[in-house]
């Protein structure tokens, strides 16, 4: 019996470190800005059918109206209320949304803004996305309720009450993050109102959460107020299932806030994941594949089962947050389909795949001034819908990475591959590397400046396997490259260093 309890409750305590997707999947994409009608179409046409765990949505919790800046994407980060309407729906709307997603074994994931509600210059009257009032300049959110006693104002021990020195943790804390209103998460008001939000999701089905901000909040008060959550609605997961935690903190060295401080509360976004890996791809400051023989733990990273790992995010691939000028994304397609397919393949980590849209980038001075600007929307400021082309890629402006056949093909490779160990490591000591994953997957890269043609072993059972980048198994035969493993593993391996994907994945799903 002491057996038994005590399997329960590990089973218990790291499940917050447990995403919850159904089993066979391993990955999620951040639809940036989606409608949750587009995001319910998308589970059933496409996520469901290829693999994908689940869904990171944008804020669900009623923001702030920014008219100048027009609607910016950021005004979703300035909280009025917890009433779920936004321009990507209404209540309904999204509780159809997790229904038909969860209906279908694809979970959502909330984007959880409780750090702080909107900036101090943010006004007054009824210019939110549900027409609650609110007054930013006396604190006042009736709809929530929050009154000036809820926030840190007397607490900050700043001049400006912002945050002016990251190597000060208590103001990091205590004080404004970019002017934002910051709420007082000592009180237990707080931390209730808080978790009443939150459950309010978790009733509704939702897997797990976001938390934004976490740098901007102590360790101990975010556990206050996971600690006062339900567990998951048991329509769609097992009984005593606690939603999947993910905390965005950013750290990458040389402040005194660690990613560490949070392991407690459940997982940590890697921020030096993207950062290394796009110095590497892109052979920066003398960086080469070969080095990543042992990407993981052994580059200083946080161990594998507390890290959210992605190549670039909704805050870097604009300039935002941290990452810098090695962050690749949509707009380095080449190079970001390498990098995602190289995340996808190796066993570090849980993954997030990044679904953007596309906007006017107008660089001055190495700055794109145009960072701001908000998802493809209408006259009225509504956003588009997601429109689907005859060739499956998306219009209005819509990148879609994830339905890219190289990245969508890659979540399939991580979900045939899942539990396998890293194996076969193979490179040139410069720019080609190979691996694989136990007897299931084994992917090939060249990314120096001159062919790759070689002989390595796979790992694979023989075979004739469809590689996956340049096409896959349709029918009897092979839209792409065609890879012949022998009897003891073996293949042949012809990479042109001109070829439009620069690197081949094999797994066993996809074979002749
Ligand atoms: C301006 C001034 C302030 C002034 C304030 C007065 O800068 O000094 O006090 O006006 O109101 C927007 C504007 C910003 C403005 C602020 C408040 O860009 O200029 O301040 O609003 O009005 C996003 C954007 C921010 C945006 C914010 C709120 O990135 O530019 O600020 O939303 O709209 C750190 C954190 C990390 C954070 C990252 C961006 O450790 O947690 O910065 N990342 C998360 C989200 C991110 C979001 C926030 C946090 C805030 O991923 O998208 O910021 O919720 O690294
Ligand atoms: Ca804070």
Redesign the pocket.
């Given at each position: 019996m002491k057996a038994l309890l005590l399997l329960a409750a590990v089973g218990l305590c790291w499940a917050q470190y447990n995403p919850n997707t159904n089993s066979g999947t391993t990955s999620i994409v951040h639809l940036f800005e989606w409608r949750w009608a587009d995001i319910a179409l998308e589970c059933e046409r496409y996520l469901a059918p290829y693999g994908f765990g689940g869904v990171q949505i944008s804020p669900p919790n009623e923001n702030?109206v920014?008219t100048s800046p027009w609607r910016?994407?950021?005004?979703?980060?300035?909280p009025i209320s917890y009433k779920l309407c936004t321009r990507s729906g209404n209540e309904d709307e999204f509780r159809d949304m997790v229904t038909r997603c969860n209906n279908v074994g694809v979970r959502i994931y909330v984007?959880a803004?409780v750090?702080?509600m909107?900036?101090?210059?943010?006004g007054s009257g009824n210019g939110a996305t549900c027409g609650s009032y609110y007054n930013?300049e006396s604190r006042d959110f009736p709809a929530v309720p929050y009154s000036a006693w809820d926030f840190n104002d007397g607490k900050c021990k700043t001049g400006?009450?912002?945050i002016e020195n990251?190597n000060d943790a208590t103001q990091?804390r205590d004080c404004?993050?970019?002017?934002?209103l910051d709420l007082a998460l000592e009180k237990d008001y707080v931390r209730s109102t808080i978790a009443q939000y939150m459950n309010h999701l978790i009733d509704i089905g939702v897997a797990g959460f976001r938390i934004?901000?976490?740098?901007?909040m102590w360790p101990g008060d975010i556990k206050a107020f996971l600690d006062k959550l339900n567990n998951l609605n048991t329509q769609w997961f097992s009984p005593d299932t606690k939603p999947f935690i993910y905390q965005?903190?950013?750290d990458l060295g040389g402040e005194p806030i660690t990613a560490s401080e949070y392991f407690g509360n459940g997982r940590v976004t890697e921020f030096k994941y993207g950062a290394k890996l796009g110095t590497v791809i892109r052979k920066w400051n003398g960086e080469k594949m070969a080095y990543l023989k042992n990407w993981g733990e052994g580059w200083g990273f946080m161990s594998s089962d507390r890290a959210l790992v992605f190549v670039d995010?909704?805050?870097n691939q604009r300039g935002?947050?941290?990452g810098g000028a090695s962050i690749l994304t949509f707009w380095d397609s080449r190079l970001y389909k390498m990098a995602v397919g190289f995340m996808l393949a190796h066993p570090y980590g849980f993954t997030r795949v990044m679904s953007s849209y596309r906007w006017t980038r107008n660089f001055q001075n190495g700055e794109d001034v145009n960072?701001?600007i908000g998802p493809p929307s209408n006259g009225d400021g509504s956003i588009k819908s997601v429109t689907i082309n005859a060739d499956t890629t998306c219009g209005n402006d819509w990148v879609c990475e994830h339905r890219w056949r190289q990245i969508r093909n890659m979540v399939v490779f991580r979900n045939v591959v899942n539990g396998q160990p890293f194996s076969n490591w193979w490179d040139n000591d410069s720019n080609q590397v190979a691996f694989g994953r136990g007897n299931r997957g084994f992917i090939v890269f060249n990314n120096d400046d001159w062919t790759l043609n070689k002989n390595l072993q796979t790992g694979l059972p023989a075979g004739t396997y469809c590689d996956v980048i340049s096409g896959q198994k349709e029918g009897n035969s092979c839209s792409g490259t065609r890879v012949n493993v022998d009897s003891n593993g073996f293949a042949d391996f012809y990479i042109s260093n001109e070829a439009e994907d620069p690197f081949i994945a094999i797994h066993v799903n996809d074979t002749l």
């Open positions: 702030i920014i910016p994407w950021w005004e979703r980060y300035q984007d803004v750090n702080h909107c900036g101090s210059g943010g930013a400006s009450g912002e990251y990091v404004r993050l970019v002017g934002l934004d901000a976490s740098k901007h965005e903190v950013i995010n909704h805050d935002h947050g941290a960072d701001w």
